[in-house]
């Protein structure tokens, strides 16, 4: 039998606390706003650290796109820039001529991510990849954004990988459907 490890992620309350929060440390702002990026974009680790300036661009609608080859799966990841990105994204424009963002280690990046949970009040161990589960759950789900689209966004090479990972959490948003229409008959 195979065992499925439990999805973690923040929830809006939390990712919004994250956002509004007031560091002290110029560099705890820094690597939370790296953070946040990702919970916007989906990117993983390794595409983060190695994002380019020319890997964003405008898209075939006239917006900007993050285009990236997604190592784990070597396929090409394409997801728009959403509004909170691209404001963190243009706070990084002027740090370096290639890349976006300054370059960091995993090790590193999760070290400081364990310190700012500790400071906001975030009881989950923060990781990079939560970033990414947040995208997928939060930002796309939660919003209704269809199952296929989540799929396409996370660059999953099946949509099969997408249902057993984010299968749950419509569930629930059909059980809050259910209730909010229970409230009305």
């Not at 984010?166 to 948003?173: A, C, D, F, R, S």
Request: net charge positive.
């Amino acid at each position: 039998t195979v065992i499925k490890k439990e999805v973690v992620f923040l929830t809006r309350i939390e990712l919004k606390k994250l956002e509004e929060f007031n560091f002290a440390s110029e560099c705890l702002t820094q690597y939370r706003d790296q953070f946040i990026f990702c919970c916007y974009s989906g990117l993983g680790f390794k595409e983060m650290a190695n994002l380019r300036k020319e890997n964003i661009a405008e898209g075939f609608d006239g917006k900007l796109w993050i285009e990236v080859h997604r190592e784990k799966t070597n396929r090409v990841y394409k997801v728009p820039l959403l509004n909170k990105a691209s404001i963190i994204h243009d706070k990084f424009s002027n740090a370096d001529e290639t890349y976006v963002f300054p370059k960091t280690y995993n090790p590193i990046f999760n070290r400081y991510l364990k310190e700012i949970a500790s400071i906001v009040g975030i009881k989950k161990r923060l990781t990079h990849h939560i970033a990414r589960k947040t995208f997928a759950s939060t930002v796309l789900l939660y919003n209704d954004v269809p199952m296929e689209i989540v799929s396409k966004l996370l660059g999953h090479s099946k949509m099969q990988t997408t249902q057993e990972h984010y299968g749950h959490i419509i569930e629930n948003k059909v059980s809050e459907g259910v209730k909010k229409l229970s409230g009305k008959l």
